[in-house]
């Protein structure tokens, strides 16, 4: 059982003002799969830091998304210690799948529509600034290999969210000072139980480090024929080897590796479409 979750960190939804907050977690919280592509991240904080600012602001306009904060209270104010993001992939009326904004997913605040504007003009003067000042780029390379390795190992998957309806959980992170509290727990806790409702599945997909959370603290199970694993220099491993003894996939030897996860609710029937979960 993790240590109770201290009062002082509540639960809400973001808004515009929380996206330097949140992406300050994707920095010092960041997944397997960021620093494999970004071996050097850590070193360019300013760069990296920059890059999600301008990926959050996309989304927090996107109404199909939605993010959910833990915050915690302290003497000085709120800081964010924690962040889960959801979708929802649904039948349209027509009967096709798509991803639909639903009645959780909170329509656009005043306080958004303040910010817009001034978020856009900071935005496009920080991409002008970038073109006319290539100084500004610090010197943040992508391993091109490397990423192109997770790219294709993730569209091996079969992408199960993109064929069943179902609430699909697209990042997760908490502060590595606050975490063994059950804040993650909670946060995800908090999608299962719209699923749950809904009468859905969670679907979501991560690297080793992540899967063994969602496995082990909320009981998804991986989608076998979604998994990969990837050596240090960006090549493939296939299952026999691995089976065989080969680790060069492990996160110690310098590799990655990830899959596909689902939780389905009980009692409720999901077509997994000819699709193995695992343990
Ligand atoms: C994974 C992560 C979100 C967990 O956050 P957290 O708030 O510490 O999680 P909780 O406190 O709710 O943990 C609940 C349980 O899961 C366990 N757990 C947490 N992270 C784990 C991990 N990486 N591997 C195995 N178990 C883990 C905890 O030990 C605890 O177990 P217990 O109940 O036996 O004590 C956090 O470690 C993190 O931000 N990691 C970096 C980003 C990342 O990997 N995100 C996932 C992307 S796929």
Redesign the pocket.
Known sequence: ??RPTPTEITFREWTGSDIVGVAELFLV????GTLYQFPEAKKHHQEMLSKFIRYLKSELFNRKTLTRIADLRTESGEKIV?FSQWHQRVKDPKGSDTYMPIEVFRPLSLQDLINWPLMALEATYKQLYSWLHQEANLGLQRNPKKSEAIRAGRNRSPQLEKSIPCFQLS????HPD?????????LVRWGMDQAKAKGVPVI????E?????YQ??LGFKRIRESEYWIDPEGNNIDREEVEKGNDLWKKVNGGVSGSDAIWCPDGIEVDLKGLTPGS
């Open positions: 059982m993790p919280a960041p997944d397997d924690g990042g997760l992170a908490v606050h975490q063994g509290f059950g804040i993650a727990t909670k979501t997909g991560g690297e480090s992540g899967l063994k959370f082990n603290a």
